[in-house]
């Protein structure tokens, strides 16, 4: 299967890719909760939030441990923290095009008012 030689980023923006996952990650960010709790809101089965629990574990964003019968999970934020650098990268693309663009509008507006007097 292509997705389990895929590098450790490109799992972390697949398991990202899908709202339900997304959500349960913010669900995560208050506190451990069960397979079941993550499931809650949304309507769809244990075995359905399972499978997105598998992708988030596959991808390293959550810790699974079982007790007993129950499915404990734990967000683990440092795969986002990568994805984040990441991204940080096209940040300062889009901050320095921004930059650009006012200084363009700047240097536009004085022409202007230039031309009035």
């Given amino acids: 299967m292509v997705e389990d030689k895929a590098p450790a980023l490109d ?11 997304r959500a349960m990650l913010r669900r995560l ?3 451990e909760r069960s397979v079941g709790e993550l499931a809650e809101p949304f309507d769809m089965s244990f075995a359905a939030a399972a499978k997105h629990v598998k992708v988030l574990e596959e991808a390293g964003l ?5 007790e007993g019968r129950t499915h404990r999970c734990r967000l683990e934020a440092g795969p986002l923290a990568e994805a984040d650098r990441w991204l ?5 693309f889009w901050m320095g095009r921004l ?3 006012e200084t363009a509008l700047l240097r536009h507006i004085h022409r202007n008012k230039r031309r009035r007097k």
């Fill in 11 to 21: 799992r972390v923006f697949r398991a990202l890719a899908d709202p339900t996952r």
């Fill in 29 to 31: 960010a208050d506190g």
């Fill in 88 to 92: 940080a990268h096209y940040q300062r």
């Fill in 62 to 66: 959550l810790h699974r441990s079982i």
């Fill in 99 to 101: 930059d650009d663009l």
